[in-house]
């Protein structure tokens, strides 16, 4: 499974992002899927996580409200919809997979599969 993920860049206070992670090999409706992010000298943070369905969706405390998680089955991507975007959103995002987690799961261990992770910037 190879997870590939786009569309970072370098925004201002309160901008707009979507980030795409596109999927190939393996079962992609079968996945739980997630993004996390890090910076520099820190742990990998959980951001949000979408059920194989896509109904079902959990987010980080810093993020609900304010970004969105979906996910298209026929085109095997996940999306991330980054809105009101503030400085402290600045990290390299990471897309994640795993077949027999849940989308209740946080934590980076529980997933088997990572993208490269894009840089998002966000300047004040």
């Known amino acids: 499974v190879q997870l590939q993920a786009c569309g970072g860049g370098l925004v201002q206070t309160g901008g707009s992002l979507r980030l795409s992670c596109a999927a190939s090999g393996g079962t992609f409706v079968s996945r739980v899927m997630a993004w996390f992010r890090q910076t520099p000298g820190k742990e990998r943070e959980f951001v949000a996580a979408?059920?194989?369905?896509?109904?079902?969706?959990n987010y980080a405390d810093s993020v609900q409200g304010r970004f969105i998680i979906s996910r298209d089955n026929a085109k095997n991507t996940v999306y991330l919809q980054m809105n009101s975007l503030k400085p402290e959103d600045t990290a390299v995002y990471y897309c994640a997979a795993d077949p027999t987690t849940t989308h209740y799961n946080r934590s980076p261990g529980e997933y088997s599969y990572w993208g490269q992770g894009t840089q998002v910037t966000v300047s004040s």
């Open positions: 979408l059920d194989r369905s896509g109904r079902r969706k």
